[in-house]
Every structure is written in structure tokens, then in C-alpha cells.
């Protein structure tokens, strides 16, 4: 139930606690990881008693879901307007241009959930089950559509009769690799600017040969 009418003191009040506990979150998963971090923990770190981080999350499974949900809605965004220019490309070109753009929007969603990306770039090959509930199920999501935009490329001609499984997980393996050590060591800006060249050369090891 909504607490008190909208855009009311009490409303307001519930909003600014979960603020302050997600930025208490995300403080503590990012220094000491996920595995060890309690609710006590958190509930410190927010200004709330255990009893008031029960008020707003049933387990921090469930604060680690919604953090998540953001980046998971934005990333499933990108990968439906590529999935649509890859329907409609013919031409390699075309294709440079549509994964390049789909580099452009994860970038854009990297800068504006950096703290979270970071977060689910660091414990994702963790244990796939309790706080990592989660952030493994994005992970199972974004090999998924990775996979996708892999298999319809081909499906066009555009790539090489390379496993797309093993072309996918080798591209995915390294943007992500490049993602985090950007965001670790503060150097995002700087890898945004390489992305071009990046995509340029992955599709350059890929692309089929023109005839």
C-alpha cells in the first residue's frame, strides 16, 4: 500500500530511507561483497534498525533484485532496437552500424548505473543462488541476447560460420572484462572514447568476407 498520498511528508520520508539505503547498500556490497554483508550491516549503514530494513525488503535478495532492475530494463531496451536493425540489415556496413549503436546505449548505461554495473560485474561469476539470485539471472539474459544478436547476424550473412556461442562469449567476456577495470579504476570516460575502435576490430575478426 502507497504510504500516505502522493507526493506527501510520509511518502517523501519512505523514499529518502531507501535512497539512503541503497547508497548504504551499494557502499558495502562494492568494499566487502556480497557474501558477507548482513542486514544488520545495512540497516546501520542506512539509519535504520533491522525491524525498519524488514519494513522496506523482505531479505537482501530482494534489495539486490531491485537494484539490478534498472540495468536489466535499459539493457533489454538496447537489445530490442539492435535485434530490429539486424532484421533490417543487409550489408556489413549496416551491421557496424547497428552493433555500434548498441554499443552507444549499453555505454549510456553503463555511465548512469556506473556503481551498479560495477556491482553485477563483480559478483557475477559468483554462486548462482541467495543474494546472487539475481545478478546470475541478468547475467543468464545478457549471454542470451548477446547470443540473439550473434545468431541473427548470421542468419544475414554478415558474420562468419564461427560458433556463434563461442564468438559471443568471446566478445561478451572481453567488453566486460574492459567495463569493469574502467569502472574500478575510474577510467569509464577513457573507455568510452575507445569503443568504436573496439567494435571495430571484434567485427573486422568476424565479419564474413565479402566476395
Request: hydrophobic fraction near 45%; charge should be positive.
Given at each position: 500500500?502507497?504510504?500516505?498520498?502522493?507526493?506527501?511528508?510520509?511518502q517523501?520520508?519512505?523514499?529518502?530511507?531507501?535512497?539512503?539505503?541503497?547508497?548504504?547498500?551499494?557502499?558495502?556490497?562494492?568494499?566487502?561483497?556480497?557474501?558477507v554483508?548482513?542486514?544488520?550491516?545495512?540497516?546501520?549503514?542506512?539509519?535504520?534498525?533491522?525491524?525498519?530494513?524488514?519494513?522496506y525488503?523482505?531479505s537482501?535478495?530482494?534489495?539486490?533484485?531491485?537494484?539490478?532492475?534498472?540495468?536489466?530494463?535499459?539493457?533489454?531496451?538496447?537489445?530490442?532496437?539492435?535485434?530490429?536493425?539486424?532484421?533490417?540489415?543487409?550489408?556489413?556496413?549496416?551491421?557496424?552500424?547497428?552493433?555500434m549503436?548498441?554499443?552507444l546505449?549499453?555505454?549510456?548505461?553503463?555511465?548512469?548505473?556506473?556503481?551498479?554495473?560495477?556491482?553485477?560485474?563483480?559478483?557475477?561469476?559468483?554462486?548462482?543462488h541467495?543474494?546472487?539470485?539475481?545478478?546470475?539471472?541478468?547475467?543468464?539474459?545478457?549471454?542470451?541476447?548477446?547470443?540473439?544478436?550473434?545468431?541473427?547476424?548470421?542468419?544475414?550473412?554478415?558474420?562468419?560460420?564461427?560458433?556463434?556461442?563461442?564468438?559471443?562469449?568471446?566478445?561478451?567476456?572481453?567488453?566486460?572484462?574492459?567495463?569493469?577495470?574502467?569502472?574500478?579504476?575510474?577510467?569509464?570516460?577513457?573507455e568510452?572514447?575507445?569503443?568504436?575502435?573496439?567494435?571495430?576490430?571484434?567485427?573486422?575478426?568476424?565479419?564474413?568476407?565479402s566476395?
Open positions: 500500500m502507497r504510504p500516505g498520498p502522493e507526493g506527501g511528508a510520509r517523501q520520508n519512505r523514499k529518502r530511507r531507501i535512497h539512503d539505503l541503497h547508497r548504504a547498500a551499494l557502499d558495502l556490497f562494492l568494499s566487502r561483497g556480497l557474501a554483508v548482513t542486514v544488520e550491516d545495512l540497516a546501520a549503514g542506512g539509519g535504520l534498525s533491522k525491524a525498519g530494513f524488514y519494513r525488503y523482505a537482501i535478495e530482494d534489495l539486490v533484485a531491485e537494484l539490478m532492475a534498472p540495468v536489466r530494463l535499459a539493457i533489454e531496451e538496447a537489445s530490442a532496437s539492435a535485434e530490429e536493425g539486424l532484421r533490417a540489415a543487409k550489408k556489413s556496413d549496416q551491421l557496424v552500424v547497428v552493433y549503436r548498441f554499443g546505449a549499453l555505454t549510456a548505461v553503463i555511465a548512469s548505473h556506473q556503481e551498479i554495473v560495477r556491482l553485477y560485474l563483480q559478483e557475477v561469476r559468483g554462486p548462482a541467495g543474494v546472487r539470485r539475481s545478478i546470475v539471472a541478468l547475467a543468464d539474459e545478457v549471454d542470451a541476447i548477446v547470443l540473439r544478436l550473434t545468431e541473427s547476424a548470421q542468419s544475414h550473412g554478415l558474420l562468419r560460420a564461427v560458433d556463434p556461442l563461442v564468438s559471443s562469449q568471446a566478445v561478451l567476456g572481453l567488453m566486460e572484462h574492459r567495463i569493469y577495470r574502467a569502472l574500478r579504476d575510474g577510467r569509464l570516460v577513457q568510452a572514447e575507445r569503443l568504436p575502435a573496439l567494435i571495430a576490430l571484434v567485427l573486422e575478426g568476424v565479419a564474413r568476407q566476395s
